[in-house]
Every structure is written in structure tokens, then in C-alpha cells.
T-cell receptor, first 111, second 111 residues
Framework: DGGITQSPKYLFRKEGQNVTLSCEQN?????MYWYRQDPGQGLRLIYY???????QKGDIAEGYSVSREKKESFPLTVTSAQKNPTAFYLC??????????FGPGTRLTVL | GQNIDQPTEMTATEGAIVQINCTYQTSGFNGLFWYQQHAGEAPTFLSYNVLDGLEEKGRFSSFLSRSKGYSYLLLKELQMKDSASYLC????????????WGLGTSLAVNP
């Protein structure tokens, strides 16, 4: 089955700790995206990558970092510099078609 | 600036028809998407319009008027499972396939 996986579904961390969220896809898509969603808010783009070994900042990149060493993987690190990291994080990808396909999301809670 | 407007909440009755509107002002346009998002889950793709007119797909239809910067999603024969948030997103021309997202319309279907 082709798709996007994110793990874990729920993640708890202490304030001041860095945490890495996993995103893997086996759809052979070139482009991958990370979004953050807060209650009552739309999706806000954190980082995106059009191709392996290349990525660009989105609208709210401060306090986050990414890597794209493999086509299948686009992990997101939430650093201690992110002031308010508690949110629902969504990873997405697209290939030749224009629509983005989403993973199930990771709900991060910082205590 | 770039802006997408949708109503925040709507309520409808099972079996009825509901229309969710979306207006947009963007510096470029390369198509408009509608996504459905159930609470706590990832958005799933519903429709894509790039030319003016109505696209029908089962119980769901989507309409676009580029000259008016306007789209709507029409849901017929409403079912309880249609209770969800509906997200409108515009693909900005020449912007590396980045989407501009509305805040979403929360639809409650009552028996």
C-alpha cells in the first residue's frame, strides 16, 4: 500500500528539549511539506522540499529544522527555540498531480 | 496581500444540501482545492478546479469563477459523516506548488 506515514501519533516532550518528527512516503513523490495546525487556525507551512538535498523555508520556519537526505524521508526537528511548539503537525507530499496527500499527523504536546 | 475567506461554521440537516463558499485574493492563481478534515485527522482531497465552471463528483460538486475570485463546495444528500471541517486552498502560480490555505469551515450535520 502506498502512502505517507508519520510517527508517533502522540508525542510528549519537556520544555527545552528538541524533538524530531518522522515523515516517510513510498509514493515516489518529489515534493514534501510540513505544516502546523493550531485550533481554529488554517494550515501553516513550516518547510517544504521540491527535491532531495534541497528545502526552503515556509511561512513559520523559525524554531524548526528539516533535512531531505532521501526522497522517501523528510524529518522535522522542533527545537527549543520554538516558542510555542504544542500543535498538530502534518506532513504532505505530491508528485505529478497537483493535490497534496497528507500523513495522519503527529500531535505534539510540550509540558 | 494574499487572503482566503470562508465562513467559520455552518449547520445543516441530514439529507439536505449545503453550499460552502470561498473567496480569494492572491497574487497568482493556478487552481483551487477543497479538502475535508475530520476532527483529529489529516485533510483528504475532495476536488480541484482550475477552469471556470462546475465539477461534479458524486454527492460533492465544486464551482469556480476566476473573474470573481470565488468558489463553492456543494454537498448534497447530507450524511452525519459529512460533519467535518472543509478547507479551501489556492495554488499560487509559479510558487513551487505552495498552497495558500483558508481557515476552514466547520460543518455540523444534525439529524
Amino acid at each position: 500500500d502506498g502512502g505517507i506515514t508519520q510517527s508517533p501519533k502522540y508525542l510528549f516532550r519537556k520544555e527545552g528539549q528538541n524533538v524530531t518528527l518522522s515523515c516517510e512516503q513510498n509514493l515516489n513523490h518529489d515534493a514534501m511539506y510540513w505544516y502546523r495546525q493550531d485550533p481554529g487556525q488554517g494550515l501553516r507551512l513550516i518547510y517544504y522540499s521540491q527535491i532531495v538535498n534541497d528545502f526552503q523555508k515556509g511561512d513559520i520556519a523559525e524554531g524548526y529544522s528539516v533535512s531531505r537526505e532521501k526522497k522517501e524521508s523528510f524529518p522535522l526537528t522542533v527545537t527549543s527555540a520554538q516558542k510555542n511548539p504544542t500543535a498538530f503537525y502534518l506532513c504532505a507530499s505530491n508528485g505529478g498531480l497537483l493535490e497534496q496527500f497528507f500523513g495522519p499527523g503527529t500531535r505534539l504536546t510540550v509540558l | 496581500g494574499q487572503n482566503i475567506d470562508q465562513p467559520t461554521e455552518m449547520t445543516a440537516t441530514e439529507g439536505a444540501i449545503v453550499q460552502i463558499n470561498c473567496t480569494y485574493q492572491t497574487s497568482g492563481f493556478n487552481g483551487l482545492f477543497w479538502y475535508q478534515q475530520h476532527a483529529g485527522e489529516a485533510p483528504t482531497f475532495l476536488s480541484y478546479n482550475v477552469l471556470d465552471g462546475l465539477e461534479e463528483k458524486g454527492r460533492f460538486s465544486s464551482f469556480l469563477s476566476r473573474s470573481k475570485g470565488y468558489s463553492y463546495l456543494l454537498l448534497k444528500e447530507l450524511q452525519m459523516k459529512d460533519s467535518a471541517s472543509y478547507l479551501c486552498a489556492v495554488l499560487n502560480a509559479g510558487n513551487n506548488r505552495k498552497l495558500i490555505w483558508g481557515l476552514g469551515t466547520s460543518l455540523a450535520v444534525n439529524p
